[in-house]
Structure formats: C-alpha cells, structure tokens
Nanobody
Framework: QVQLVESGGGLVQAGGSLRLSCAASGSIFSINAMGWYRQAPGKQRELVARIHSGGSTNYAASVKGRFTISRDNAKNTMYLQMDSLKPEDTAVYYC?????????WGQGTQVTVSS
C-alpha cells in the first residue's frame, strides 16, 4: 500500500510563490516517475511537471521557467516550487507516482491565486 500526502497549498496573490510537498509512504520501490498534475474547475486534469527516475524533468509549457520540480529520495518526498504565480494557476494540485508501472495519486491540495 502506498500513500501520498500533499501539503503547501493555499491562497497567494499574483506574482507570489508557494512550495508544494508530496510525502510518499508505504511500500516504495521501482519508482518510474513522479509528477504534479492540476485540475481547475470545469477543466481536465493536466500534467504540470514530471521528474523521471533518471532525474530528467519535463514541464507544461504554461509553467516552464516559473515552476521547478525536485525530489529528496532519502525522504521519499517530492516538491514543486511555484514562482511568479498567475490567477490561471488556480487549481487543485495532485501528486502522482508511477511505480512499477502502477499509478498512485494523492488527495490533492488547493492552490488559489488572486489577481
């Protein structure tokens, strides 16, 4: 059993910053990739950023240059540093792990950016 717990969401003004954390617990092994997704009201869930087992990363075009994904393998924790936030970044952010080619999701954390 794997559990993912996100934290760090909240309300911030446009131009501000937030850092999201995702702590993984349970039987953690053979992680293929870790990532952050988001879902705004009335929209589909979309990939924000992903970090692969080898350390390579990829970002959605809308956040490239503003968001940074990272991980601490010793703590089984992943982070998303979000800078220069915009109102259109408002969404529920979900942590995701692809482990042994199975998908695991966190419960989500709300990020609201006011204009």
């Amino acid at each position: 059993q794997v559990q993912l717990v996100e934290s760090g969401g909240g309300l911030v003004q446009a131009g501000g910053s937030l850092r999201l954390s995702c702590a993984a617990s349970g039987s953690i092994f053979s992680i293929n990739a870790m990532g952050w997704y988001r879902q705004a009201p009335g929209k589909q869930r979309e990939l924000v950023a992903r970090i692969h087992s080898g350390g390579s990363t990829n970002y959605a075009a809308s956040v490239k240059g503003r968001f940074t994904i990272s991980r601490d393998n010793a703590k089984n924790t992943m982070y998303l540093q979000m800078d220069s936030l915009k109102p259109e970044d408002t969404a529920v952010y979900y942590c995701h792990i692809l482990m042994n080619y199975n998908n695991y999701w966190g419960q989500g954390t709300q990020v609201t950016v006011s204009s």
